[in-house]
């Protein structure tokens, strides 16, 4: 347990989660000057400390309450808990989805392997750094394979024999691909989390988790949402909200003397821009402006 007043919340020091996590603490208002090697930093104008680990370790320490936070993979969240037993799914909830380090734990076998379906890999060896969730997979899908436990490098066992399939981490393909190898089954996909224990802790560090909750969400929303104006004829303005999503209640100020063309200004989920932006243009919008949003609060 975290017997401190300051609360602590566990990131990966250094790997492909620590840049975002990082930059969505600094995002929330929080100082901190890490130096490498540093395993607790402390925030200089918030109650928080950091614990730079490695991401293996995270949803170990917050289901202990070793930090009352962590931000990890969903996949790590999930290999931890499931190698720990059912009973610890009650030590640890998710806060937060956090939109970054997306990627999916996926099946793959030689290009030339012949595969149907998961009851292909019957009777088949499969290499993993992740035996814990593949397991799961297997015995839910009533499938009998034998799991191979290795902890890195994983896509080139079946080069080496020592496999004849492997579920790793799969974000573009381009790994796999690399080497020989076809992704066959998908058995998770993940992003980054934000995680808090379930252990007792003080009311004040309930209040600190509660405000810095309301700062990630501010700075989550924002990412997703853009500020749009734009001028369009005032017919347009029902179809012009169909094309934008979010954007349902917008302010619209009337241009000129005969009110027939207006400003829009609105607050929207970030489309898939061109097409969108051509659809606008289609119903008669024009001079559109679309700005970032650095944060959303209340
Ligand atoms: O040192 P530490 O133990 O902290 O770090 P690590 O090396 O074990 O983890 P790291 O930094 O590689 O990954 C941390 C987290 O990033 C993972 O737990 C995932 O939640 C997330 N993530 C997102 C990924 C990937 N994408 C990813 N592509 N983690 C690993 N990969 C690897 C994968 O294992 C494979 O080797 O990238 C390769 C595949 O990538 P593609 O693009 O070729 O498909
Ligand atoms: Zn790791």
Known sequence: ?????????????????????????????????????????????????????????????????????????????????????????????????????????????????????????????????????????LNQNHVEAEVIHISGSVEIAPALQIADAICDLVSTGSTLRSNGLREVQTILESQSVLIQTNKKFSPEKNEVISRLEERLKGVIRAAKTKYIMMNAPLEALEEIKSIMPGLEDPSVIPLGSDGKKIAIHAVAREPDFWSTMEKLRAVGASSILVVPIEKIFG
Not at 88 to 113: D, M, N, S, W
Not at 129 to 134: H, K, M, N, T
């Open 1 to 137: 347990m975290n017997n401190s007043p300051r609360l602590r919340i566990a990131i990966q020091k250094s790997g492909r989660l620590s840049e975002k996590s990082f930059d969505l603490l600094r995002g929330c208002g929080l100082e901190f000057d890490w130096r490498r090697n540093q395993l607790l930093c402390a925030c200089t104008n918030f109650p928080l400390d950091l614990m730079l680990v490695r991401d293996d370790d995270i949803a170990e320490f917050v289901t202990d309450g070793v930090c009352e936070l962590g931000i990890v993979g969903f996949n790590m969240l999930e290999e931890t808990l499931l190698a720990r037993g059912d009973n610890q799914r009650q030590e640890v909830h998710i806060l937060e989805r956090l939109g970054f380090g997306t990627c999916r734990l996926a099946i793959a076998v030689p290009e030339e392997k012949h595969f149907v379906d998961i009851n292909s890999l019957a009777n088949c060896s499969i290499a993993t750094s992740y035996p814990a969730s593949l397991q799961y997979f």
